[in-house]
C-alpha cells in the first residue's frame, strides 16, 4: 500500500529512476546539481575539456590558467638550456639555477611576445624555439581570451532560494511555502515554477522512490521584480494532508523546486533549482516581509531579511 494517496496527477520520473533513496541522501543537491557520484568514467577526455573549463569554479579555473603557464614556461626554460645557454645572448647567469630562471623569463617574455630586449636568441636551433614558442603563445593566449569570454557571456541565474521552507496559515487551510528573488538588478520575464515531492514508498510489497507534482496557488508570474513566495496549498488532494514530520522523516521526503524565466539581458532562458529535505520544512512559521517604503515612498527590497522566519500559531 502506497504511504500517500494517489490523489494527483502522479509521475513515475523525473528523470532520477525509481530506485529508494537511502540514509536520507539528497536527490538533488541545494545548488541545483543531482547527488550523483559518478565512476568508471576515464579522469581526462578531451573533447570535454572546454566544457570543464567554462563551468569549473572562478578559483580553480585560473589555478588551471597558472599552473599551465608555469609548466609550458619550464618547459622551454629545460630546452633553451639543453640547446645551449650561450645561445641566449645577454643571459647572465653563471649557476645552473639563475641560467635556468634566465631562460624561465626569457621564455615569459617570448610566450607573451613582450620582448624586452635584454636577452635574445642566437643561433638557427634556438631562433627556431623561440619562433615557435612566440607562435603557440599567440594561440594560447587567443584560447585563454576565448575561455574568459565563454565564462562571462554564459547566461547564469542569481536567483537565491530560502534556505528553510515554511508551513504557515493560508486561505484557511495550511500552506507549503518557499521563497525566492533575483540578486540582480536585471529583469526576469515570464517566469514559472514547478515544485515536486519524491518520497519512499511500498508499492507492490516494493520500496520504490516515487514523484509528485504539488500543485502552487501561482505557478507564473510576468515579472520578477520583488521576493516571491511560491505557495503550495495542503488540501485534501495535497500529498502532504494531514501529514505530521515524523511521517515526512520516514518516507525521507525530498521536495524540488524547479524555475525558469526569460533573462532580458542574456535575451535567452535561463533556469534555476533547488531542493528540501524534511528537516528544511519549519512548522507554524511564516516568513518576515522584506520590503517597504522609505520616506519618499519608493519600494526597498531588505536582503538581509530574506531568510528571517517568525513563529506562528496554528488551529
Not at 566544457?51 to 618547459?75: D, K
Not at 511564516?286 to 513563529?311: P, R
Amino acid at each position: 500500500m502506497a504511504f500517500f494517496k494517489r490523489k494527483v496527477q502522479f509521475n513515475d520520473d523525473l528523470g532520477f529512476g525509481s530506485a529508494p533513496v537511502l540514509k536520507n541522501q539528497r536527490v538533488l543537491n541545494t545548488d541545483g546539481t543531482p547527488n550523483i557520484e559518478r565512476t568508471g568514467l576515464p579522469w581526462f577526455k578531451f573533447d570535454d575539456t572546454y566544457t570543464r573549463l567554462v563551468t569549473m569554479s572562478w578559483p580553480r579555473f585560473f589555478m588551471v590558467i597558472l599552473i599551465t603557464y608555469l609548466i609550458v614556461n619550464t618547459l622551454f626554460a629545460v630546452a633553451y638550456n639543453l640547446v645551449g645557454i650561450e645561445n641566449l645572448d645577454g643571459a647572465k647567469g653563471t649557476t645552473l639555477r639563475d641560467q635556468f630562471f634566465d631562460a624561465f623569463f626569457f621564455s615569459a617574455q617570448t610566450i607573451s611576445t613582450v620582448g624586452y630586449g635584454h636577452i635574445s636568441p642566437q643561433g638557427f636551433v634556438t631562433s627556431i624555439l623561440a619562433a615557435f614558442e612566440s607562435m603557440l603563445g599567440l594561440l594560447a593566449f587567443a584560447l585563454a581570451t576565448g575561455l574568459l569570454y565563454g565564462r562571462f557571456s554564459r547566461p547564469t541565474s542569481k536567483v537565491t532560494f530560502s534556505k528553510r521552507m515554511v508551513i504557515a496559515p493560508y486561505q484557511g487551510r495550511t500552506g507549503l511555502m518557499c521563497r525566492l528573488a533575483n540578486l540582480r538588478k536585471n529583469s526576469l520575464i515570464d517566469v514559472e515554477a514547478q515544485m515536486f515531492m519524491t518520497f519512499n514508498e511500498t508499492i507492490d510489497g516494493k520500496l520504490k522512490r516515487s514523484f509528485y507534482p504539488l500543485e502552487l496557488e501561482r505557478s507564473k508570474i510576468s515579472v520578477l521584480s520583488l521576493n516571491w513566495t511560491l505557495v503550495h496549498p495542503i488540501t485534501e488532494d495535497s500529498p502532504m494532508f494531514e501529514k505530521t514530520l515524523d511521517e515526512l522523516k520516514v518516507a525521507e521526503v525530498e521536495i524540488f523546486v524547479i524555475l525558469r524565466a526569460f533573462d532580458d539581458t542574456f535575451a535567452q532562458t535561463i533556469h534555476t533549482r533547488t531542493s528540501y529535505q524534511d528537516e528544511d520544512i519549519e512548522w507554524n512559521a511564516k516568513f518576515k516581509i522584506m520590503h517597504y517604503h522609505n520616506e519618499e515612498g519608493k519600494t526597498v527590497m531588505d536582503f538581509s531579511l530574506f531568510d528571517h522566519t517568525e513563529k506562528m500559531m496554528i488551529d
